[in-house]
């Protein structure tokens, strides 16, 4: 491992609120670290609702499903809404018709490290699906996102129009899960340092801190 350098693979799926919650935990526990290092994140798929149709379900519907009520609905709600806006940003539930099958947006981010945009191509999708309420599931608003992210549109329409980088999602996945991950966000730093869900930037500072002291 390069002195200072940071190598950081996160575990996501992009329907997770806490997984959007936990970027920005990760992008705020960046600036506290205590040294400057080079820092090489990567995204890898995790699907929290893999059985569902390529047209998504209703989601007040999924919802009810889940977790029985509309007031317990509204409750969990209420508390991701709070922890979101800890880290400035602003969630609109109400927003979002269809819960999506999120297989073809994790092709997409494997697709877009091949340019480097992974990071920004995630930052799309999170926001298409939580500030925006847009079904992620729709290869139009797929291309739209990796086209505002930097990548060639007439592209990115024909790698979802086929079936690469199918192999690489549920290879990565399987990989995940041996390795014992069982929930989202899921971050693994320096091959040495595990992290299990939405920490607080000055948690996640302090393992970055460790994983640059120890590759120094």
Known sequence: MK????????????????????K??????????????????????????????KEGVDRKQYMMAKFGDLEEVEAIHNHVRQAAASAGLDFEFDHIARVPNTFDAHRLIG??????????????????????????????????IGASAGLARSKVKDFLASDDGADNVRSEIREAIQRGVQGVPNFRINNRYVIGGAQPPEVIAEFLNRAVSTSA
Do not use: M, Y
């Open 3 to 22: 002195t200072g350098v940071l190598k950081i693979e996160i575990v996501s799926d992009v329907v997770c609120p806490w997984c959007f919650i936990g």
């Open 24 to 53: 920005r935990r990760l992008e705020k526990a960046l600036t506290l670290i205590s040294r400057p290092s080079e820092v090489n994140i990567a995204w890898k798929p995790f699907e929290l609702n893999p059985g569902l149709p």
């Open 111 to 144: 697709f877009s490290g091949q340019a480097g945009l992974q990071n920004q191509v995630v930052e799309g999708l999170f926001r298409a699906v939580f500030l925006e309420g847009k079904f992620i599931g729709d290869h139009e608003v797929l291309s739209k």
